[in-house]
């Protein structure tokens, strides 16, 4: 799904506008764009960000994003009231449904087997406050006074080395092995996704992206880029962020959401 999307709160003092806008680049060493995201409004003026990487051959990456991202998607949406207090049990529930969709299409196909999606996803209120889930090494960031800062944690091999104590950040970012991960979307009977909330200030922004983005632009650039943005509009940003990751090698497909708090 390629486009971008807006969406603007009621008249209350309490809410905010929202602005979004969503891209997605083959990039310059892939023959296929396994990634997919989706921008979708809810009522009450909620907003559901999702992105999804997919992996598993020639064909299985295509077929596990879209249809997580489908299956994630359609439950929230039927199973959404604005009145709801536990929204992340919803939002783990549709990670639930998808990693069902995933796993059981790959085990009717041989074609498809062992094919997986990254998920990371968060449902925004018009508040500011954010429900967030993710499973994989896509990833969110809030981006607030020129300062990028990481929201979820990467299910990577690297990253539980990091935990372990045998590898420092720094070699992990720089490391052969970067890219295995141990959680997905599909590839067991459980994905078992982690879950954050937080609240965005006014003049904040929210990043969501596949790793074809973080792999090939460093984050002091990703901030400056999104830091610069009111000098231009939302979408020529989220096209900058394109065209960086293109210009670092592009050695993935890059998709990103790119949303504004005013």
């Known amino acids: 799904m390629k486009g971008s999307g807006y969406r603007s709160s009621g008249t209350d003092s309490a809410l905010f506008n929202m602005f979004f806008s969503g891209k997605s680049d083959i990039g310059k060493r892939r023959a296929t764009n396994q990634d997919s995201f989706s921008i979708v409004t809810l009522p009450g003026e909620f907003c559901l960000l999702t992105v999804c990487d997919g992996m598993g051959g020639a064909n299985g990456g295509n077929v596990a994003s879209e249809l997580a991202c489908s299956v994630y998607t359609g439950t929230v949406k039927n199973g959404f009231d604005p009145g709801m207090t536990d929204r992340a049990a919803l939002l783990k529930k549709a990670v639930a449904a998808a990693n069902t969709a995933v796993y059981e ?36 960031y809030c981006i607030d006074g020129g300062e990028l800062r990481q929201i979820t944690r990467d299910h990577s091999y690297v990253q539980y080395l990091v935990d372990m104590g045998q590898l420092t950040i720094s070699e992990a970012e720089n490391a052969s092995i970067k890219n295995i991960i141990i959680r997905s979307v599909g590839n067991e009977e459980e994905s078992n996704p982690d ?16 790793d074809g983005l973080t792999n090939c632009v460093p984050k002091a650039d990703i901030a400056a880029a999104v830091s610069a943005e009111t000098q231009k509009e939302l979408d020529d940003c989220a096209g900058q962020l394109i065209s960086l990751a293109n210009e670092g090698g592009g050695i993935d497909n890059i998709t990103i959401i790119l949303g504004k708090i005013v």
């Open 195 to 210: 879950l954050f909330t937080l609240r965005l200030s006014e003049g904040s922004y929210i990043l969501l992206c596949s």
């Open 105 to 140: 299409k790959a085990a009717s196909d041989e074609s498809l087997r062992g094919m997986g999606t990254t998920l990371v996803s968060a449902l925004v209120a018009p508040d500011g406050s954010i429900t967030a889930i993710n499973v994989g090494d896509s990833r969110m």
